[in-house]
Nanobody
Framework: QVQLVESGGGLVQAGGSLRLSCAASGRTISRFGMGWFRQAPGKEREFVAAVSGGGGDTTYVDSVKGRFTISRDSAKNTVYLQMNNLKPEDTAVYSC????????????????????WGQGTQVTVSA
């Protein structure tokens, strides 16, 4: 059973950067797609970014394109989310998730495509 643990969140000023990590244990995640989602207070969970099992494909929500980068390190069994030029509207709890076996890349933005979730890490961006 895979377990996911996020880290790297914190408080940062607008324009600053953070790198979130999602460390997996229990089994290798190298062949699975991985995603990052976020949820702000009073709002629904939102897709942020996803990376394919081989790492060759990535996709982002429009609001973070050009600012966030998702990547993975198979040797460390870890997925990252580099967040640059952060804005107050990026404030949320960020969670990583493992895609279901046999998932479809076309459904990468849907939460139902993922079967294992981390506990989340808080990101707060001050104006």
């Amino acid at each position: 059973q895979v377990q996911l643990v996020e880290s790297g969140g914190g408080l940062v000023q607008a324009g600053g950067s953070l790198r979130l990590s999602c460390a997996a244990s229990g089994r290798t995640i190298s062949r699975f797609g991985m995603g990052w989602f976020r949820q702000a207070p009073g709002k629904e969970r939102e897709f942020v970014a996803a990376v394919s099992g081989g790492g060759g494909d990535t996709t982002y929500v429009d609001s973070v394109k050009g600012r966030f980068t998702i990547s993975r390190d198979s040797a460390k069994n870890t997925v990252y989310l580099q967040m640059n030029n952060l804005k107050p509207e990026d404030t949320a709890v960020y969670s990583c998730a493992k895609a279901r076996s046999g998932w479809s890349w076309s459904l990468a933005r849907r939460g139902a495509s993922y079967d294992v979730w981390g506990q989340g890490t808080q990101v707060t961006v001050s104006a």
